[in-house]
């Protein structure tokens, strides 16, 4: 896949609960005077805690716990921890470490560190959650510079890529090219277990 239409990939998937969220509220029927079902409601706190994730991810390179959640939307601790399980039940490319209530990867971000570095104006404490999830990192720091460090796992060789916007400015070695053993089709297959 060519590299411009994996950013459009990557950028249309974190945007799609946003774009869901509109569009159950039309479908579930806001009545004439502005009344909303209890599925579009359900559907606006879903995304309101993903963007409260998301924020979170950004401005300190960390998820947030659960409890973070709910005293930023004025609930329950245990009703943000269910919103946070129906968030990354919903065939989003986020997940929670198995058999706990913390979330372990959040695309594009990975809340465990590991070889995907990511930098933000030359300050290094976020991590991508795959290189190809790092495409999409550009979009959310606006104006700033992103540079992603990483290490193939099958050659070892050092990759580096920056991102301004919605730009790739840079990327070396020039030759490199993404790769998923993995069909697009399957990848929610077993999300999170691999």
Same mark, same amino acid.
């Given at each position: #896949?060519?590299?411009?239409? #994996?950013?459009?990939? !990557?950028?249309? =998937? ?7 969220? &509109?569009?159950?509220?039309? /479908? ?16 606006? /706190?879903?995304?309101?805690?993903? %963007? =409260? +994730?998301?924020?979170? @991810? ?6 947030? %716990? ?6 930023? #939307?004025?609930?329950?601790?245990? %009703? ?9 039940? #919903?065939?989003?490319?986020? *997940?929670?470490?198995? &058999?706990?209530?913390? =979330?372990?990867? @959040?695309?594009? @971000?990975?809340? =465990? ?6 930098? !933000? ?16 990192? &550009? ?6 510079? +992103? ?28 030759? !490199? +090219?993404?790769?998923?053993? +993995?069909?697009?089709?399957? *990848?929610? !297959? ?5």
């Amino acid at each position: #896949m060519a590299l411009g239409k #994996m950013l459009e990939v !990557v950028t249309r =998937i974190n945007s799609s609960l946003r774009l869901h969220t &509109g569009s159950v509220s039309q /479908e579930t029927g806001t009545g004439p005077e502005g009344s909303t079902s209890r599925l579009a409601c359900v559907n606006e /706190e879903l995304a309101r805690a993903y %963007h =409260i +994730v998301m924020r979170s @991810f950004v401005d300190t390179g960390r998820a947030p %716990h659960y409890t973070d959640i709910a005293r930023e #939307m004025g609930t329950e601790p245990e %009703h943000a921890r269910l919103l946070l399980h129906e968030l990354t039940s #919903m065939r989003l490319p986020n *997940w929670l470490s198995p &058999g706990t209530d913390l =979330i372990a990867s @959040f695309a594009p @971000f990975s809340n =465990i560190p590991n070889h995907h570095r990511v930098s !933000v104006d030359g300050e290094q404490r976020w991590f991508a959650q795959c290189g190809l999830e790092a495409l999409a990192l &550009g979009h959310l720091f606006p104006g700033r510079t +992103v540079d992603v460090a990483s290490t193939c796992l099958d050659c070892g060789d050092a990759i580096r890529l920056t991102l301004r916007d919605a730009s790739l400015v840079a990327l070396e070695p020039s030759s !490199v +090219v993404a790769h998923s053993n +993995v069909p697009l089709a399957d *990848w929610y !297959v077993d999300v999170g277990k691999s």
